[in-house]
């Protein structure tokens, strides 16, 4: 089960590390906002299999991670027919 731990927080850090170094593509930055939701998810599935309790919460918890996906993707499709790409610079509506 240690393994499991340390394999979480080792997606956790990474998601937000290439989150924090990935500043300049829009799409990139809500790639790794989608792996952070995934690693704790994972952090939750992990949490609830410890404490042997049901895993009805962490379906909830993914349902509002793939409404929280389909709306940063279409607030990019939105994006990129305004501005024509998605660098985070160009946009000068956000500022």
């Known amino acids: 089960m240690l393994i499991y ?7 956790s850090i990474s998601g937000m590390l290439v989150f924090a ?13 989608e792996f952070i939701m995934v690693s704790l998810y994972f952090n939750i599935l992990i949490y609830l299999s410890e ?10 918890f993914l349902t509002m991670s ?4 389909a709306l940063g993707l ?4 939105l994006m ?4 024509g790409n998605d660098y ?7 500022w």
């Open 5 to 11: 731990i340390y394999s979480s927080i080792f997606l």
């Open 21 to 33: 170094l990935s500043r300049k593509h829009l799409l990139v930055m809500l790639l790794s906002l």
């Open 51 to 60: 404490l042997s309790y049901e895993y009805f919460f962490s379906m909830i």
């Open 66 to 69: 793939v409404c929280e996906g």
């Open 74 to 77: 279409a607030m990019l499709v």
């Open 80 to 83: 990129i027919r305004v501005h």
């Open 88 to 94: 985070i610079l160009s946009f000068s509506s956000l």
